[in-house]
Each structure stands twice: as structure tokens, then as C-alpha cells.
Nanobody, 115 residues
């Protein structure tokens, strides 16, 4: 089992920044990809960004260079720096880790961007 705990969500005005953090614990050996997903009310959960154990990254098109995902394998953490936030970024953000063959999820952290 892998436990994921997120922190760093909150309320911010459009154009502002937030940094989300996620700490993994438990059976953390052999975790490969870690990432962030989000789910807005009435919408499906969608990928925001993912980073491999080797540091390769992939971002959703809507990120448009505004977000940066990073990872510290020694501390078993993954972070998402979000800049130039838009009201449409409002959602619950979930940390994800893949330890084959299972994905693991955090409890989610609310991000609200006011216009």
C-alpha cells in the first residue's frame, strides 16, 4: 500500500500562484510515475502533469507552460507549482502514484481561483 497526502491548496485570485505538495509513504519502493490530476464539479478527472522516476515530464495541453511538476525521490515527494492561475483551474487536485500494477490516490486538495 502507498499513502499519499496532499497539501497546499486554497483560494487565490486569477493570475496568482499556488504550490501543491504530495508526500508518499508506505510501500514506496518501485513507485514509477507520480503525477497530479484534477476534477472540477460535473466533470471527469483529468491529467494535469506526470513525472517519471527518471524525471521525464508530461503536461496537459491546458497547462500552456503555467505549471511545473517536480519530484524528490529521496524525500518521496512530488510538487506542482502553478502560476498564472485562471478561474477554469478551479478543481480538486489529486496526487497520483503508480506502483505496478496499481495506481494510488491522495484525498485531494481544493484549488479555487476567483476572477
Amino acid at each position: 500500500q502507498v499513502q499519499l497526502v496532499e497539501s497546499g491548496g486554497g483560494l487565490v485570485q486569477a493570475g496568482g500562484s499556488l504550490r501543491l505538495s504530495c508526500a508518499a509513504s508506505g510501500s514506496i519502493n518501485r513507485i514509477n510515475d507520480m503525477g497530479w490530476y484534477r476534477q472540477a464539479p460535473g466533470k471527469q478527472r483529468e491529467l494535469v502533469a506526470v513525472i517519471s522516476s527518471g524525471g521525464s515530464t508530461n503536461y496537459a495541453d491546458f497547462v500552456e507552460g503555467r505549471f511545473t511538476i517536480s519530484r524528490d525521490n529521496g524525500k518521496n515527494t512530488v510538487a506542482l507549482q502553478m502560476n498564472n492561475l485562471k478561474p477554469e483551474d478551479t478543481a480538486v487536485y489529486y496526487c497520483n502514484a503508480v506502483r505496478p500494477p496499481f495506481p494510488y490516490w491522495g484525498q485531494g486538495t481544493q484549488v479555487t481561483v476567483s476572477s
